[in-house]
Nanobody, 125 residues
Framework: QVQLAESGGGLVQAGGSLRLSCAAS??????????MGWFSQATGKEREFVAS????????YYADSAKGRFTISRDNAKNTVYLQMNSLKPEDTAVYYC????????????????WGQGTQVTVSS
């Protein structure tokens, strides 16, 4: 059974930073064989793509809202993916989910196979 566990969320003032982590576990699961993504879902809204990273980390996509402020990275040896979030804005307030996918390509071109439970990020003005 595969588990993705997000952590690092919390309450931060506008302009601040947070670093989210997504730790993967499972008897035979290796994050190095999966593309990984981060998504956000604000209250009353649909889940949105934030960023994704290929198996090796050599290819990355960002949502326009994340470009220049967020950085996705991965440490396959630790089975962990990160999302560094800088210059946070109140509109970034949401639950952030990580996900793992066997596919790869531009956002929306493939489905994710596993999802975490999410971590709350709240940005105060």
């Amino acid at each position: 059974q595969v588990q993705l566990a997000e952590s690092g969320g919390g309450l931060v003032q506008a302009g601040g930073s947070l670093r989210l982590s997504c730790a993967a576990s499972g008897r035979t699961f290796s994050v190095s064989r999966y593309a990984m993504g981060w998504f956000s879902q604000a209250t009353g809204k649909e889940r949105e793509f934030v960023a994704s990273i290929s198996w090796s980390g050599g290819s990355i996509y960002y949502a326009d809202s994340a470009k220049g402020r967020f950085t996705i990275s991965r440490d396959n040896a630790k089975n962990t993916v990160y999302l560094q979030m800088n210059s946070l804005k109140p509109e970034d307030t949401a639950v952030y989910y990580c996900a793992a996918a066997r596919g790869w390509g531009p956002p929306g071109s493939y489905a994710y196979d596993y999802w975490g439970q999410g971590t709350q990020v709240t940005v105060s003005s």
